[in-house]
């Protein structure tokens, strides 16, 4: 109810009255109480009671008051908090902006330039030692890297990171040997070593492959063509990692032990397998226990392969021997026999590959040793180790 100006025509105590009226209803509806402004001439007229009252009304009026400021101040806070997040991280931004990023920029252009300045300063060509290593600049300031360099008519080759190499260095699949000055040395031929797997594939081949392929290590696979037809996804992926297919009869039955259409049957129906498998046939052959004559030899249409290090896994099925047996007596140009059906001889390799690479061994498939030593393999013949001292048995 809005508040009526007391009329002067009214009776001092009738005003009186409707002002106690409306005092009440100020402390009912304090909403109100802001039009409120008594004159001097109502004070004048008011008890001390009332003018009490009044005055507390007028307080009551200002606390109001101020919890409206209060309210709005918070609601435009509410609706500008957006505004003022943004504005913040613009602030931020223009704070790492001046203090962070302008130094930075000026200092790196100094520094680079005074690289510049360095290079163009020592820029004579030739050899430069440091912790690391020995580099080559060029007359340009600019050091040689991942390339080859005459210097006194020896060649000398420079890494990725512009230090010479020295040791073994694998370029291009080709092995080159560079002394401890870092000379090329054409002489040297890393040793290769053959790792061939018998009886598989099995249920551990894939492991040995994952070893294989993280070394960039290759190997010969001797397999069972009723092994082949268990296992023609790991076949397929042997072919598809370079590793080389050999054939050891469908069922390894003896070969001398059977006929002369035995022997074929065995020999066609394995390497159908391995063909369905993967899409190309065995390349070498070893028959089972290692055993022939002339008459399977003549039957087989392949190089047999036999071996030069014989780990007897299967017999030990214990991985430290078979890692022991192998490291001890490898050489180059040696055939290792291993079997990849057993576990122990899986774990052993898993040891082998890496520790052989780290002795300065190149892990190579028959074909590839064969290639590198310059001996073509003939189909019949037996070959059981392809190192300088050879090979052939016959
Ligand atoms: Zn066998």
Redesign the pocket.
């Given at each position: 109810m809005a508040y009526r100006e007391p009329s002067h025509s009214h009776p001092p105590h009738k005003a009186a009255q409707k002002n106690l009226h409306n005092r009440n209803h100020t402390h009912s509806h304090a909403s109100n109480a802001s039009s409120h402004t008594p004159t001097t001439d109502e004070a004048e007229n008011l008890s001390p009671e009332e003018l009490q009252h009044r005055r507390r009304a007028e307080i009551i009026r200002k606390r109001q008051q101020e919890k409206w400021q209060q309210e709005r101040r918070r609601r435009l806070i509410r609706e500008h908090k957006i505004q003022l997040l943004a504005g913040s991280v613009l602030l931020i931004f223009v704070i790492i902006f001046t203090f962070v990023l302008i130094p930075g920029i000026f200092s790196s252009s100094k520094s680079s330039k005074k690289q510049k300045e360095e290079a163009t300063q020592t820029a004579k060509a030739g050899l430069y030692e440091d912790k690391n290593g020995t580099r080559y600049q060029e007359s340009d300031g600019r050091f040689c890297k991942s390339d080859w360099k005459e210097i006194d008519e020896a060649k000398y080759y420079f890494g990725k990171d512009g230090y010479m190499t020295t040791g073994w260095l694998e370029l291009d699949g080709k092995e080159y040997f560079f002394d401890e000055n870092g000379k090329y040395d054409s002489t040297k031929h890393r040793p290769m070593v053959a790792l061939t797997f018998?009886?598989g594939p099995g249920k551990f081949t894939d492991k040995l492959l994952d070893c294989l392929e993280e070394n960039n290590a290759k190997a010969t696979f001797f397999m069972l063509g009723e092994n082949v037809e268990r296992f023609p996804d790991v076949v397929k992926r042997m072919h598809d990692s370079g590793m080389e297919l050999g054939n050891?009869s469908y069922d390894?039955t003896i070969l001398t032990s059977t006929t002369k259409d035995g022997v074929l049957q065995q020999m066609q129906k394995t390497n159908d397998s391995i063909e369905d498998a993967c899409g190309v046939p065995a390349d070498v052959m070893r028959p089972?226990g290692g055993s022939y004559n002339e008459t399977v030899a003549g039957l087989v249409g392949l190089p047999i392969i036999t071996w030069s290090v014989d780990t007897r896994d299967w017999a030990t099925r214990n991985a430290d021997n078979t890692y022991n047996v192998t490291i001890d007596n490898v050489e180059d140009g040696s055939i290792v026999l291993m079997h990849d059906i057993h576990e122990s001889s899986v774990e052993a390799c898993l040891r082998l590959i890496p520790d052989l690479i780290n002795k300065g061994f190149r892990l190579v498939t028959i074909r590839q040793m064969a290639e590198e030593k310059g001996i073509t393999l003939e189909n019949g013949v037996d070959y059981n180790l392809l190192g300088e001292k050879n090979q052939s048995t016959e």
């Open positions: 018998d009886d050891h390894h089972p």
